[in-house]
């Protein structure tokens, strides 16, 4: 079974800095891109910042500049690191996964169940 698991959240300052990381288990084939997307009270999901296979980076206009997301292929994590947080930041951040769990069948989405990031102004 695939498992995406968050850590890292928690309240911080506006300004401040957190750094969230995401590690992926039950995966014996091949992890295509892995993302970070977020979820404010009130409004839809959206896409944070992704990177896939080919360490191609893709970051929503709010936050480039200030999130930068890295990942470890070999320890199949992803890591989003923030700086100057914003309240506007706050939200559920999840860890997506598009990956093939087994050499047979195809691609499919995972998520985790998210962390919570809280910025107070």
């Known amino acids: ?47 944070v910042a992704t990177r896939d296979n080919a360490d191609s980076t893709n970051y929503a206009d709010s936050v480039k500049g200030r999130f930068t997301v890295l990942r470890d292929t070999a320890q199949d994590t992803v890591t989003l690191q923030m700086t100057h947080l914003k309240p506007e930041d706050t939200a559920l951040y999840y860890c997506f996964a598009q ?23």
């Open 1 to 47: 079974q695939v498992y995406l698991k968050e850590s890292g959240g928690g309240l911080v300052q506006s300004g401040g800095s957190l750094r969230l990381s995401c590690a992926a288990s039950g995966i014996n084939f091949k992890i295509y891109t892995m993302a970070w997307y977020r979820q404010a009270p009130g409004k839809e999901r959206e896409l």
């Open 99 to 121: 990956a093939q769990a087994r050499s047979w069948g195809a691609p499919a989405a995972y998520w985790g169940r998210g962390t919570q990031v809280t910025v107070s102004s």
